[in-house]
């Protein structure tokens, strides 16, 4: 069954830098892209960065170019999601999740409990 737990999330001022990491477990971890996904309130969950299996290719919405970094440890099953220069508006709950496919990044239907981030301005 699939697992995925996520941690280091937290409260830090707007500029600040946060390391979220993400273990997953259930599936052939090396064999699958991953992503990093994020909803704030009353707003939808969305993408905000991807890792391929081969540690290729990433991508990363728009938002965070320049600011955020993806990586991943196959050894370890884990994701991580360097942020830095934080701003207030990347408020939200993170979530990692296995992706369906590159091209299409879609999430499978099950998610973790997430970590919260709050950004203070």
């Known amino acids: 069954q699939v697992q995925l737990v996520e941690s280091g999330g937290g409260l830090v001022q707007a500029g600040g830098s946060l390391r979220l990491s993400c273990a997953a477990s259930?599936?052939?971890?090396?064999?699958?892209?991953m992503g990093w996904f994020r909803q704030a309130p009353g707003k939808e969950r969305e993408l905000v960065a991807a890792?391929?299996?081969?540690?290729?290719?990433?991508y990363y919405t728009d938002s965070v170019k320049g600011r955020f970094t993806i990586s991943r440890d196959n050894a370890k099953n884990t994701v991580y999601l360097q942020m830095n220069s934080l701003k207030p508006e990347d408020t939200a709950v993170y979530y990692c999740?296995?992706?369906?496919?590159?091209?299409?990044?879609?999430?499978?239907?099950?998610w973790g409990q997430g970590t919260q981030v709050t950004v203070s301005s």
């Open positions: 999740n296995f992706l369906n496919g590159w091209n299409s990044k879609n999430p499978y239907d099950y």
């Open positions: 259930g599936r052939t971890f090396s064999s699958y892209s």
């Open positions: 890792i391929d299996w081969g540690i290729s290719r990433t």
